[in-house]
Nanobody
Framework: QVQLEESGGGLVQPGGSLSLSCEAS????????MGWYRQAPGNQRELVAD???????TYADSVKGRFTISRDIVKNTVYLQMNSLKPEDTAVYYC????????WGQGTQVTVSS
């Protein structure tokens, strides 16, 4: 079983920046894909960004050019740098490994508000 420990998040004004990090531990062999999803109240959980072990990235259209995902293979850690935040980015952000059928973190709240 994989455990995911998230950190970061919080309250920021529109236009501000936040960074998230997530470290995986436990029954890890070789994690192929790590990423971040988010879920706002009343909405379905959606992919924000993910990165394969080889470095291929996928971003939601709504965050392209503003968010950057990175990964430390050795530390089994994934990061999400979020810039130019908008109120619509407000959500609970979840760390994920190996896609929707994989493992999930507990989630961290990101609130963008003036």
């Amino acid at each position: 079983q994989v455990q995911l420990e998230e950190s970061g998040g919080g309250l920021v004004q529109p236009g501000g920046s936040l960074s998230l990090s997530c470290e995986a531990s436990g029954s890890i062999v070789r994690i192929y894909i790590m990423g971040w999803y988010r879920q706002a109240p009343g909405n379905q959980r959606e992919l924000v960004a993910d990165m394969t072990r080889g470095g291929r990235t996928t971003y939601a259209d709504s965050v392209k050019g503003r968010f950057t995902i990175s990964r430390d293979i050795v530390k089994n850690t994934v990061y999400l740098q979020m810039n130019s935040l908008k109120p619509e980015d407000t959500a609970v952000y979840y760390c994920n490994v190996e896609g929707r059928s994989g493992s999930w973190g507990q989630g961290t709240q990101v609130t963008v508000s003036s």
